[in-house]
Nanobody, 124 residues
Framework: QVQLVESGGGLVQAGDSLRLSCVAS????????MGWFRQAPGKEREFVAA????????YYADSVQGRFTVSRDNAKNTMYLQMKNLKPEDTAVYYC?????????????????WGQGTQVTVSS
């Protein structure tokens, strides 16, 4: 089992950058493929990015490809989401999640552990 805590959200203007962090408890962080999801008001939770156990493979939603970068530091039990050129449509609560299955899963239902979320608000 792993506990996840996100941080780094905030209110920014369109075009700004922001870096989210997800810190995991426990000694098994490196065994979990990880992902980032987001949920805007009135919308379903959607896939943003995912990363393999060793960070060698990354996956992105089309809407963030080229603007967001997912990475992880297993020595620090931490995953990151670097967000650049933010747009108002990126406004959402961002969640990190760990899966027991394969790397790159884009389905929220395949992730077993979730953080509490961090709010990102992008003003125009």
């Amino acid at each position: 089992q792993v506990q996840l805590v996100e941080s780094g959200g905030g209110l920014v203007q369109a075009g700004d950058s922001l870096r989210l962090s997800c810190v995991a408890s426990g000694r098994t962080f490196s065994t979990y493929p990880m992902g980032w999801f987001r949920q805007a008001p009135g919308k379903e939770r959607e896939f943003v990015a995912a990363i393999s156990r060793n960070g060698g493979s990354t996956y992105y939603a089309d809407s963030v490809q080229g603007r967001f970068t997912v990475s992880r530091d297993n020595a620090k039990n931490t995953m990151y989401l670097q967000m650049k050129n933010l747009k108002p449509e990126d406004t959402a609560v961002y969640y990190c999640a760990a899966t027991l299955y394969y790397s790159g899963s884009r389905s929220a239902g395949e992730y077993s552990y979730w953080g509490q979320g961090t709010q990102v608000t992008v003003s125009s």
